[in-house]
């Protein structure tokens, strides 16, 4: 939970000094190394492949 909350604040643009005292955190490396990712690609890469997923089984009879 605590990286998804990290990564969707940063997503939003949240600064990561915000997001850091969110979190309890002194300063913003341990936010930056181990909490924050980047979920945008990895979410329209997914959305991406459920479409042609999703897509190819609606169009086969």
Same mark, same amino acid.
């Given at each position: 939970?605590? !990286? *998804?909350?990290?990564?969707?604040l940063s997503d939003a643009k949240v600064p990561i000094?915000?997001?850091a005292r969110l979190c309890? !955190? *002194?300063g913003t490396a341990v936010t930056e190394r181990v909490y924050r990712h980047l979920i945008r690609p990895v979410m329209v890469?997914?959305?991406t492949a459920m479409d042609d997923i999703v897509g190819r089984r609606v169009r086969e009879p």
């Open positions: 939970m605590r !990286h *998804s909350f990290v990564s969707l000094e915000d997001i309890g !955190h *002194s890469e997914a959305a």
